[in-house]
């Protein structure tokens, strides 16, 4: 047994880097709490910059005025939202069928910041609507499929966290979650069909965008504080999940002796 | 294969029938909720037949899934699902039995009950023949989606409120297809692109559903 302190350094000395150097929970909790300083900066230094180009730079919009200008938080929530989903469920998958303590790990905790970017999606969505279409909320596909969509994180959360067995929850999260992002896309077509208000994609890969270049660049710049968030909480949250499940093994013992004086 | 998915059926069919009043708990609670709209929303006619599709669908999904919650509940309990789990026919057979037999004894007499509730909520006929032909195809899809969520949840202590709340999501383009092919034979559109794809997510979740609820058999009796 190998008795470096994890807390010093990322890699033993002598180590060579492998593809599965850090699904060992001890290197990946290592590695993740040096990753965590340089994330939460690059979080507030792009929200800052993001926020200041979209609400000083960023010219006022012709038809919507002002208003517009939560989509600098509405729609990079959404994207996140939607995208952690199908990140959580592919962790949750690899877990499964390789038996992957760490992906699993990963899954678990990427489920409460896909809820919580779904929920603020919403959220700006309804602040967005009120001057905009005169109500919070409308019953189009969008508004529903993403109001499903955190039904969808919710029951996930409930029923991991309604199972007292690890490996179980693990599991039955991860089958649940792939059922469901095979069901995101028939949900989305079926109230698409059902009823459509939400103005469509103003983004798209196929045409040259239609607004401002700075409009883009606060947004893009917004995506990826967002981004640089997820990972930065998600680790956070990765990181307890481990020394939880990892609680009886010498490294955790070590460490917590390290940490706490006695 | 074959004679799994027969004996399970049977057998689901026999303990059934000699609990004749647990078997009918679901219609009750269907045809009692029904009834309670009315009463809520006041009685319009022209209100009632406007929301009649939605609220028996509701009812339906609800009366599926309050009743799905016992489907491995009881062969858990003594044991008889580890056994049927170690034998060595499939166990996809024994949840597609399982599911077939849910629905032969919740899903069927909602749809024939259903003609009564067209005439409490003042249906027309064509919009009555919709909503049964609706619930034909869809009332499959409750079980099988159900099923999923009885065998996820298995043992599990709130079991009935988490079954419901990480199935419902799921059932969302069921219920829209299948409201929405009466609301179309009423404005005195052509119902058949519903009936599609109801029939397509009933394809769907057919062949997909016993395999996942067969793999949540397994975790959670591991």
Not at chain 1, 139 to 167: E, H, M, P, Q, S
Not at chain 2, 168 to 189: D, M, R, W
């Amino acid at each position: 047994m190998n008795s470096t302190n994890p807390s010093q350094a990322v890699l033993p000395p002598g180590s060579r880097l492998r593809l599965f150097t850090f699904a060992a929970p001890a290197r990946f909790y290592a590695l993740m709490g040096a990753l965590l300083p340089w994330l939460w900066g690059l979080t507030i230094v792009l929200a800052a910059a993001g926020l200041y180009a979209g609400f000083f730079v960023a010219p006022t919009d012709a038809t919507q005025g002002e208003s517009y200008r939560i989509i600098f938080i509405h729609v990079p929530a959404a994207w996140m939202g939607m995208l952690l989903y199908l990140v959580m469920a592919f962790w949750a998958g690899i877990g499964w069928a390789f038996n992957a303590r760490m992906a699993s790990m990963l899954a678990r905790a990427i489920a409460p910041t896909g809820a919580l970017f779904t929920f603020l999606a919403l959220w700006t969505g309804a602040f967005w609507g009120r001057p905009t279409w005169g109500t919070y909320w409308v019953w189009d596909a969008r508004l529903t499929t993403t109001l499903i969509l955190l039904f969808l994180y919710l029951g996930y959360l409930a029923l991991v966290n309604a199972i007292d067995d690890v490996k179980r929850g693990d599991q039955a999260g991860a089958l649940l979650a792939l059922v469901g992002s095979v069901n995101v896309p028939i949900i989305y077509f079926s109230v698409k069909w059902w009823n459509t208000l939400h103005q469509g994609a103003t983004i798209s890969f196929k045409q040259a965008p239609t607004m401002a270049t700075t409009m883009l660049v606060a947004m893009l710049i917004m995506t990826f504080a967002f981004w640089a968030y997820a990972f930065a909480t998600v680790f956070m949250r990765t990181r307890a999940m481990v020394l939880e499940r990892e609680a009886h093994t010498a490294w955790v013992d070590e460490l917590a002796k390290g940490r706490m004086p006695s | 294969m074959t004679d799994l998915f027969v004996a399970v059926l049977m057998r689901d069919l026999r303990l059934a029938m000699r609990r004749r009043i647990d078997t009918l708990l679901p219609l009750v609670f269907f045809l009692v909720a029904l009834s309670l709209f009315p009463l809520g929303v006041g009685p319009e006619a022209q209100t009632l037949r406007q929301i009649a599709p939605g609220i028996v669908w509701v009812c339906a999904l609800l009366a599926s899934m309050l009743s799905v919650n016992q489907l491995f509940a009881g062969d858990q309990a003594d044991g008889s699902l580890e056994q049927m789990l170690l034998a060595p026919q499939s166990a996809v057979a024994l949840a597609a039995a399982k599911c077939c037999a849910h629905w032969l004894l919740t899903g069927l007499p909602l749809i024939v009950a259903t003609p009564l509730v067209g005439i409490l909520f003042g249906l027309s006929t064509p919009a009555l023949l919709a909503l049964v032909a609706g619930l034909a195809l869809g009332t499959p899809i409750l079980s099988l989606l159900g099923a999923l969520g009885a065998a996820l949840t298995l043992g599990l202590r709130s079991g009935g409120m988490l079954l419901i709340l990480i199935v419902l999501p799921l059932t969302t383009p069921a219920l829209i297809f299948g409201a929405g092919a009466v609301s179309q034979v009423e404005a005195g559109l052509s119902a058949s692109g519903h009936f599609s794809l109801l029939g397509a997510l009933l394809i769907l979740t057919a062949v997909g559903g016993p395999p996942a609820t067969a793999a949540a058999l397994r975790i959670s009796t591991e």
